[in-house]
């Protein structure tokens, strides 16, 4: 005990060093840091100082330029025009070419539509007189559709009559061939019966049968040979039955006499006083074992609560001695202290960033000192300019929203048809419809492309390694008659294919269902070590999955739970004695519990 309190104490002591000696050279490292940053920072002041003063030149070579490009738009129009007011100028005179270009097109548009009715009616008025119909000359394009209309659907009627009349007629005369036909073979048939009735004991009596009562007479004997069948079986099972009676009477008085029993007693009272006394004898047997397991259970956990209490004991004597303090509440209160200490350090430390950050300084000495340096009346006047500032345009704004609105007042007060403004209005509002859909379609199609990209990824990087453990523990489990699995695709998934010995490929579903549990096993035992290889892992728990399996199947299959085990704790349930004995010689580790149902 000595020996270990002296190592702790030399471990804590090095971590302690260790620790400071990080913690310096992590600052060392931030202060050079930040002294290339603030190299690179004036630099890069410098830098942008010189672009602006190039900036602001060339910004007064294209205001001049602009200007001159408004004198010669239009001489009514201010030289000191902005280029977003100008943008906004050019847009509304293209808007108003393209407006008046689409009335011009839709007047030409209803001017030839008018000709081309025109034209129409005439040559319908013409078509209607060369077949006989009257129609006034001056009739209108929707009364001559009328008319003709009605007249090609009684023309079409018509047709379609004659042409049922013709089809109906060839039914008919189908129909009384088939007729004929079938008179003729009738005929036949009848004389075919009556000689082969003839010949046999259905005419004896010199009389030919019917067909339905030859049909019940057939159906009568094939019900006769299982009835026949039948009782022959019930009289061998009685026989067996009485014989079975006689051996059981001599059986239970045999047994009787053994255990001194009254053998004049009815058999059936014999059997069941037998049973009520081998039930009691195993319930009296399971509640002795079920008692002495719990009391080994209770010594192991009384020995078990022996050792933590002497444990927490000696860590309260060290924590009492370590903070000086009589009781664990105390210890309590100063572990609270200590966190709220460590808080406020954090705090702390969290602002003195946030004002290290503000001010880009490399220590908060350094900051202190910008602070007292700055001059108070230039802050004041810096204050006061950017208010001066703000009112300006603030007083800017309201300006240019007067503009705006009498801008609106002076339109609406322009009279006049809104036709244009309505078309433009249809079509802006149509153009909005496009491209909010547009932009939804895109957004739907871009997010199922994104999911099921990444989906395939994850199986793509997940599925390589889980493939190859289940691959290797399927053909462990099935003793090298499978060599591996693959996948296929199918629609939008993809099936699980079993790679045979001689390459043969079976999908999932049409193995055997002992094959079945054993890729079963398999992708559990791929996706456990997949899952423990990144996380803590967890029991592993089968319920008597092996109990299809064959002892060289179940021999494989333990190896693999034994090779688990080393990671992670596997629990295999089962009612077969055989399956414990197969763990025990695999893997002599294994522990066996047996658990009873009382």
């Not at 078509?127 to 929707?142: M, Q």
């Not at 004041?380 to 007067?402: M, N, P, V, W, Y």
């Not at 609106?408 to 859909?437: C, M, Q």
């Not at 693959?486 to 699980?496: A, G, H, I, Y």
Request: aromatic share 4%; hydrophobic share 40%.
């Amino acid at each position: 005990v000595e020996s270990a309190e002296v190592f702790e104490a030399s471990l804590r002591h090095d971590d302690i060093v260790t620790n400071s000696r990080i913690g310096n050279a992590a600052e060392v490292a931030n202060l050079n840091q930040l002294s290339k940053r603030l190299a690179s920072v004036n630099a890069n002041i410098s830098a942008a100082r010189d672009g602006r003063d190039t900036v602001s030149m060339e910004l007064e070579g294209i205001l001049g330029e602009i200007a001159a490009a408004i004198r010669e738009m239009s001489p009514a129009l201010p030289e000191n025009w902005s280029l977003p007011k100008l943008e906004v100028w050019l847009e509304r005179r293209n808007k108003a070419l393209e407006s008046l270009a689409a009335v011009k097109k839709v007047d030409y548009d209803i001017r030839e539509a008018e000709q081309d009715g025109e034209k129409i009616r005439r040559k319908l008025i013409d078509a209607a007189n060369v077949t006989g119909i009257d129609i006034e000359a001056e009739a209108s394009a929707d009364t001559l559709i009328s008319v003709l209309q009605t007249v090609l659907d009684r023309e079409t009627e018509l047709r379609a009559l004659r042409s049922e009349v013709a089809e109906r007629k060839r039914n008919v005369k189908a129909r009384e061939r088939r007729v004929t036909r079938a008179r003729d073979m009738e005929q036949i048939w009848n004389e075919n019966w009556a000689g082969s009735c003839a010949n046999c004991w259905l005419g004896e009596e010199g009389s030919i049968p019917t067909v339905p009562a030859i049909r019940e007479v057939l159906k009568a004997l094939d019900e006769l040979g299982p009835l026949i069948e039948k009782r022959a079986s019930l009289v061998d099972r009685i026989q067996q039955m009485k014989s079975n009676q006689r051996r059981f009477l001599t059986e239970v008085e045999a047994l009787a006499r053994v255990l001194e029993m009254d053998v004049k007693a009815p058999p059936l009272d014999l059997a069941a006083q037998f049973t009520k006394a081998v039930e009691k004898a195993r319930a009296a047997e399971a509640a002795r074992e079920v008692a002495l397991k719990r009391l080994k259970d209770a010594e192991m956990r009384k020995q078990s609560i022996a050792e933590i209490k002497e444990i927490h004991d000696r860590r309260k004597t060290e924590m009492i001695g370590h903070f000086n303090v009589d009781s664990l509440g105390e210890v309590d209160t100063k572990l609270r202290d200590l966190e709220r200490r460590h808080e406020l350090q954090d705090q702390a430390a969290t602002a003195e960033q946030d004002i290290l950050d503000a001010l880009g300084v490399a220590s908060i000495d350094m900051a202190e000192e910008v602070l007292d340096n700055l001059d108070r009346n230039v802050v004041e006047i810096k204050i006061a300019q950017l208010e001066g500032r703000f009112e300006d345009q603030d007083k800017r704004s309201h300006e240019l929203f007067s503009e705006r609105s009498k801008a609106s007042d002076r339109l609406e007060a322009v009279g006049g048809d809104d036709a244009v403004a309505r078309i433009d209005e249809r079509r802006r509002t149509t153009l909005l419809e496009i491209e909010e859909g547009a932009e939804r379609y895109l957004r739907l199609r871009l997010g199922v492309a994104a999911a099921e990209q990444a989906l395939r990824i994850y199986r793509d990087q997940h599925r390589s390694s889980m493939m190859t453990r289940a691959s290797k523990a399927f053909k462990t489990i099935s003793r090298d008659a499978y060599k591996g699995l693959t996948t296929q695709p199918d629609k939008d998934s993809e099936v699980l294919i079993a790679v045979g010995a001689n390459d043969s490929s079976k999908i999932a579903s049409e193995l055997s269902r002992g094959t079945r549990f054993q890729l079963y096993l398999a992708l559990r035992v791929a996706g456990y070590q997949e899952f423990a290889q990144s996380r803590k892992p967890v029991p592993f728990i089968a319920d008597d999955i092996m109990e299809t399996f064959d002892d060289f199947r179940a021999e494989e299959a333990f190896k693999l739970l034994a090779e688990m085990a080393g990671v992670g704790q596997v629990i295999y349930l089962t009612h077969h004695q055989h399956l414990c004995d197969i763990a025990q010689t695999v893997c002599p580790e294994v522990r066996v519990h047996e658990l009873v149902v009382n």
